[in-house]
């Protein structure tokens, strides 16, 4: 087993001993190491790199985000952690641009244990380290410019609701990674996990969104992709038309609101991987597009020969990191290929599978028209006979 190298950083030294006692079990399984305060972690990793810093916020000297920006600018690989019972707003704001999760103070060994467990993906290819090293220096993912220039004129509108800006920021895949990133940070100790951009913003107020996005800065407006023949337009209308068509067909399934929810939820970010490696690499993904299109091959297929890694296991990791909830992980590790490990029934996964798949019959990109319906996956949950009715019921949603 690889062992994961872990870095513990606080001023108070007997912190660090009862941390070092509620982790003794884990010697087996990580290689830990505790420093007292910034300079001493940042010294540590210069001799040796690690796979996971938890640190603690407020410390005299370097506080936390300070140490958590060196790390991102000089290690941006090592998932960044903060462990702390401060609730200073200020620091806190500062934090969660840097730093991947929060936990807070008093924390259960086995909730750090699932924490950390959870940041520590395997791997160690070349290409996985690469993948570690972009999705490790993401602060931000870029917005659309007209969504976010929308966005900033709500919030400067006093009769503003968070029916508005929820509607909005669930339009956008970065601004929805971003809120649902912040609001299940563990920094507001809710006991449950919210999984969609309105409820997020019912529970943090409007007053409280508008100083994370006008003070703060937690969403920004993107510059165009440097790539030639694809636009972050294009996505955001694919990855709409995919939202609205997944939430339309759980409705046609009669399922719950919150499958709704989540089918639409999970139709806007099951694309982010494109956006993350569109954005890094945008000449090698204008190849991606080009082999797509010239040979008539899924996506995730044109981009594994290119980067050794699909849009959907990068999307997941950078989401996972940012501890979004579960089930949109899934939708989006699993919205190309639903097999194995399905439930019998309806899921917010099919709905998202079977409206990326379909949706690019028309009026797309051509990167999204070689989608492919997994129907093996449909018939073993009993819905087969259900893709004809989703097919008429997709012509006729529209996209952006």
Not at 74 to 80: A, D, E, H, K, Q
Not at 374 to 396: F, M, Q
């Amino acid at each position: 087993m690889n062992t994961k190298r872990i870095l513990f950083v606080d001023d108070e030294p007997m912190v660090l001993q009862g941390l070092q006692r509620m982790l003794r079990q884990m010697r087996g399984e990580w290689d830990m190491v505790f420093a007292t305060g910034g300079e001493a972690a940042l010294k540590l990793m210069a001799q040796a790199p690690f796979d996971v810093i938890v640190t603690d916020m407020r410390m005299p000297g370097m506080n936390g985000a300070e140490l958590l920006q060196q790390v991102m600018r000089l290690y941006p690989s090592t998932v960044r952690l903060v462990l702390s019972g401060h609730a200073d707003r200020d620091l806190v704001a500062q934090c969660v641009g840097v730093a991947h999760q929060y936990i807070s103070k008093p924390c259960e060994p086995e909730q750090l244990k699932t924490t950390i467990r959870s940041v520590c993906i395997p791997g160690g290819d070349q290409a996985s380290e690469e993948i570690k090293r972009i999705a490790g220096s993401i602060i931000h993912l870029p917005s659309v410019p007209l969504l976010y220039s929308r966005l900033r004129r709500a919030l400067e509108d006093e009769n503003a609701t968070t029916q508005t800006l929820g509607d909005i920021i669930q339009t956008d895949i970065g601004m929805t990674a971003k809120i649902l990133k912040l609001v299940n940070s563990a920094f507001f100790g809710l006991r449950r996990t919210i999984d969609t951009p309105h409820e997020a913003v019912a529970y943090l107020g409007v007053e409280t969104v508008k100083t994370l996005v006008l003070a703060n800065g937690i969403f920004c407006e993107s510059p165009a992709l440097e790539t030639k023949i694809f636009s972050l337009e294009s996505l955001w209308h694919h990855s709409l038309k995919v939202a609205n068509g997944a939430r339309a067909i759980a409705m046609a399934e009669e399922a719950d609101r919150h499958i709704q929810e989540a089918s639409f939820v999970g139709g806007i970010l099951h694309d982010v991987g494109i956006l993350l490696l569109a954005a890094n690499f945008p000449e090698a993904y204008d190849r991606v597009v080009e082999i797509v299109v010239q040979e008539h091959i899924p996506v995730p297929q044109a981009e594994e020969r290119l980067f050794r890694i699909s849009h959907a296991e990068v999307g997941a990791y950078l989401l996972g990191l940012w501890g979004i909830p579960g089930p949109i992980l899934d939708i989006v590790r699993k919205h190309h290929w639903p097999l194995p490990a399905l439930p019998k029934g309806f899921s917010p996964i099919l709905a998202v599978h079977t409206a990326d798949a379909l949706s690019g019959l028309k009026n797309q990109h051509p990167l999204f028209e070689g989608g492919e319906l997994d129907e093996v996956a449909l018939e073993n949950a009993g819905l087969k006979d259900r893709i004809a009715v989703w097919r008429t019921l997709l012509s006729n949603t529209t996209g952006a």
